[in-house]
């Protein structure tokens, strides 16, 4: 009997001095996305928090390719040690629906879900060539003319794409789809006219908005927006229960230890309840966003369960 308490202090003892050492080395945060996009400025905000409040260096290492495909694979392939972290969006949920029978990894087993940090609220906007100033008159023009009416992308089976196609299904109208590369252009081409709305992530498009180049009708959001306080929700405007948040979060291979996790966790807290997070999110027209654990995979894995049901629904498969 004092074999086995002396055996369980020691274990206890290990635990607590290895949650103690981490990090001991600087710590990888690989983004699928080149430099300067909404999630690379993200991660590099987290990155800069952790290193400050763990006290080791977190370097962001960008992998763009292949729809984040690239970046994703390297972190599942690494050690389960917390020196490999993935920082993802939610693109990352769509992965298994358009590349199932190319990827080597499973987008949840294949990592532990720490924290969902930020979220970009989505916004329905038009461009100047479709002059309708609220939600009730878009549908309206919507049925008067199906298949008409167009929306842009950043490209086939992004999550402006999935957003819209939810969006359809649950308002019973048919509108043409528009896919572009990038959401640069698809927002230039909508304020020039040559496509008719876009639901886009309020960072793409907050500027635009605010300076009355294009209309915003609805925010795909539970509640209304402070960038945007004369903006309804689409349940107040109509279409009850839509809503179409982007997340970006963190994510470490499967097998993290508990210890290892759980300080992590507690790190992704801390950086979602910063003042100064809010101040930056805000400015790009995101919100902090603390969804941990159990919580954040069950997230991940209804997404996954819902693209996977719509793009069997549409035909999508990536080329």
């Known amino acids: 009997m004092k074999s086995k308490l ?166 019973r109208i048919s509108m043409n789809h528009i896919p572009y590369k990038g959401a640069a252009q698809a927002i230039s081409d909508l304020m020039g006219g040559q496509v008719d709305s876009s639901l886009a992530t309020l960072g793409s498009v907050l500027p635009q908005v605010q300076s009355g180049k294009l209309t915003a009708l609805a925010v795909a959001t539970p509640r209304r927006l402070p960038q945007l306080p004369q903006v309804p929700t689409f349940d107040e405007a109509g279409v009850p229960g839509y809503t179409a948040d982007a997340w970006y979060g963190v994510l470490a291979p499967a097998g993290l230890p508990p210890d290892v996790r759980s300080r992590l966790e507690e790190t992704a807290r801390g950086f979602s309840q910063a003042d100064a997070t809010a101040k930056s999110l805000d400015a790009l027209g995101m919100q902090p966003r603390q969804t941990c654990g159990d919580a954040f995979t069950a997230q991940l894995s209804n997404e996954i369960d819902t693209y996977r049901k719509l793009a069997r629904e549409l035909g999508l498969k990536a080329d």
């Open 6 to 171: 002396s055996a369980l202090a020691a274990l206890l003892l290990a635990a607590g001095a290895a949650h103690a050492a981490y990090p001991e080395r600087p710590v990888r945060v690989v983004v699928g996305f080149s430099p300067g996009g909404p999630t690379d400025v993200v991660a590099r905000a987290f990155a800069s928090y952790a290193s400050q409040a763990l006290g080791q260096t977190f370097v962001v290492e960008n992998r763009p390719g292949a729809n984040t495909i690239l970046a994703a694979e390297a972190v599942a392939k690494s050690a389960p040690d917390g020196y490999t972290l993935l920082f993802g969006a939610t693109n990352h949920t769509m992965i298994p629906a358009l590349y199932a029978d190319r990827v080597k990894f499973d987008a949840l087993k294949s990592f532990t879900p720490l924290c969902a940090v930020a979220v970009s609220p989505t916004v329905l906007v038009t461009g100047p060539a479709l002059k309708v100033g609220t939600l009730d008159a878009f549908l309206a023009r919507a049925r008067a003319e199906p298949g008409r009416l167009t929306y842009a992308t950043p490209g086939t089976g992004s999550s402006g794409h999935f957003a819209t196609e939810q969006f359809l299904r649950q308002t």
